[in-house]
């Protein structure tokens, strides 16, 4: 046996285990259940950031989401988002400096509209309303702002409700999802609706907030069950700036693609670790951004 | 200079007196664009402020730019964030950079200062006895001279221990300063005795670790790192026939 093949005969045993669980994509969670989500993305992004002054926001980040969800019923569970964000900031002549930054937390109540089972496959609607705190950071010097920006470059300016400092965002969505053994495919439309409760220290000469802001975001992934253990997913996902919080100060795409690899590792039917690699081919991030890291779900 | 305190000098000027002020103006095509202000306002050698001022565009007043400012003016110019200073000013004891003696040797037009009129004014407490004069034939003159006023301020081997901000960390080891004293030749300056025959590979610009940073641009593969978005042809074709030359 060469070296590489020593090195890929675990990974090819650990990958052709035949299936003898379900994995953890049934639809929802028994009531009374309970799932804990943690991710880490790191990426690089230059983004628009929409102060006259500083028209883009470019550095690294890494973004931190902590996140539960409790069933309390069998259609109904109630969800928390707490997404953090670290990173180091590039100024106007080329230097950097660190950030971090706390994005809006976000409550959210999830309620299972319609769900149909044959054999294997099983057909779920869901619905949900989601309710941020505006508690995303900001400061004078504008580095938590820009480096939420940033964070939001990451995730394909695909979380504004995380990441827009100031604001209120109620976000109504949508996920349809469709699973057999091998297959899950899943679509979601979300409606971040946001309500300024302040300026985030923008200035008022350089920049022009809105009372109110809505984005649409679309989205859509494919599963395949490779074996017991291993899925892969690919997700494509499309931002629409339909009313921007913040008024643009430079011409500015207003939809945004995004793509996403991901290599789901399966722990038994209650856990799974992800590992996602995200770009974007064109908008504003299209050769601007480039992420990847980890994503780890329990259920109890 | 407001004060009558001579500037200390060493082997080079390394500390200012209290309200030194210092001013640097950036004009794009005859418009003015930004003027930075460095002041001494205090007695230690971190008393410095520095601030950098926008002008508008009908450039009749100008705004400070505590944040900097990208494109300032539609223009491809930045105006550094206050903090930014620190990452290239730092590297000297005296803050001030282009201030050195071998700098201001160059007789300077009419309004502005050089080395003579210093020591004519009294302003440095130990005047050099001549004019340095930097060793070399031209291209070597040119490459020896373009290194220290670009690269000195960080790369040195006398940088001040600071805890203020600053953005990088570099090589100590390469030494790229020109200090009267150090000017007998070509072989005594820091540069050939720290950084040829290491970042500088001898006749071959292609491999040598200098030549591919500042003959690039980009995210953690450009020299200088700080405030240059386009590469200064001119200076890389002489630095290029230097290298080959060695």
Redesign the interface.
């Known amino acids: 046996m060469n070296g590489r093949s020593a090195l890929f005969a675990p990974l090819l045993m650990f990958a052709t285990q035949p299936v003898l669980a379900e994995p953890s994509n049934e639809p929802g969670l028994a009531p009374g259940g309970a799932r804990i989500e943690a991710q880490a993305h790191f990426g690089?992004a230059t983004t628009p950031f929409d102060v006259t002054?500083?028209?883009?926001a470019k550095g690294q980040a890494v973004v931190l989401l902590a996140a539960g969800s409790y069933a309390l019923s069998e259609p109904l569970s109630f969800e928390l988002h707490i997404p953090v964000v670290v990173g180091s900031v590039a100024?106007?002549?080329?230097?950097?400096?660190d950030a971090a930054a706390l994005g809006n937390p976000q409550l959210g109540a999830r309620y299972r509209l319609m769900q149909r089972r044959s054999g294997e496959a099983s057909l779920a609607l869901a619905g949900a309303v989601d309710v941020g705190l505006p508690l995303a950071s900001h400061a004078e010097?504008?580095m938590p702002n820009r480096v939420l920006a940033i964070a939001d470059g990451v995730e394909g300016r695909g979380r504004p409700e995380w990441f827009t400092p100031g604001v209120m965002p109620i976000t109504a969505s949508s996920a349809l999802r469709w699973a057999s053994a091998a297959w899950t495919l899943e679509t979601e439309l979300r409606l971040p609706l946001f309500v300024r409760v302040s300026e985030a220290d923008l200035p008022s000469a350089t920049t022009n907030t809105r009372s109110i802001g809505l984005a649409a975001v679309a989205s859509g992934e494919a599963r395949y069950r490779l074996s017991r253990r291993l899925s892969l997913a690919t997700t494509a996902q499309l931002f629409f700036d339909i009313v921007p919080s913040v008024a643009h100060v430079r011409g500015v795409s207003r939809v945004q693609d995004f793509e996403r690899l991901s290599l789901y590792i399966h722990f038994g039917s209650r856990g799974a670790l992800v590992v996602d690699l995200q770009t974007a081919i064109a908008g504003e991030l299209g050769g601007a951004m480039v992420a990847g890291g980890l994503r780890g779900v329990v259920d109890f | 200079m407001s004060s009558s305190e001579p500037v200390r000098v060493a082997k080079r000027p390394d500390r200012f007196p209290e309200g030194t002020r210092v001013w640097k103006q950036f004009s794009v095509r005859g418009a003015r664009i930004e003027t930075r202000l460095l002041e001494k306002r205090g007695p230690s050698d971190a008393d410095w402020l520095s601030l950098a001022y926008s002008w508008d565009p009908d450039g009749k007043d100008a705004l400070a730019a505590p944040l900097g400012v990208i494109d300032a003016q539609h223009t491809d110019h930045d105006v550094p964030a206050a903090g930014e200073c620190w990452a290239c000013h730092g590297g000297r004891r005296s803050f001030i950079l282009g201030f050195s003696a071998v700098q201001l040797a160059a007789s300077a037009a009419a309004g502005e200062i050089d080395l003579a009129d210093l020591i004519e004014q009294g302003r440095l407490s130990r005047p050099p006895a001549s004019a340095p004069v930097v060793p070399g034939n031209s291209v070597e003159a040119a490459a020896l001279g373009y290194l220290h006023a670009n690269c000195s301020h960080c790369h040195n081997q006398t940088r001040p221990a600071r805890s203020g901000a600053r953005c990088f960390d570099p090589d100590n080891s390469d030494d790229f300063t020109l200090a009267v004293g150090q000017l007998d030749g070509v072989a005594s300056t820091p540069t050939y005795r720290t950084v040829v025959g290491h970042a500088v590979k001898r006749g071959d610009p292609d491999d040598s670790k200098l030549y591919k940073l500042v003959s690039s641009r980009g995210m953690f593969r450009q020299m200088p790192p700080l405030a240059t978005e386009k590469v200064d042809t001119a200076a890389v074709a002489n630095l290029r026939a230097w290298i080959e030359g060695l």
């Open positions: 690089v002054t500083l028209a883009e100024q106007p002549a080329g230097s950097y400096i010097d504008l």
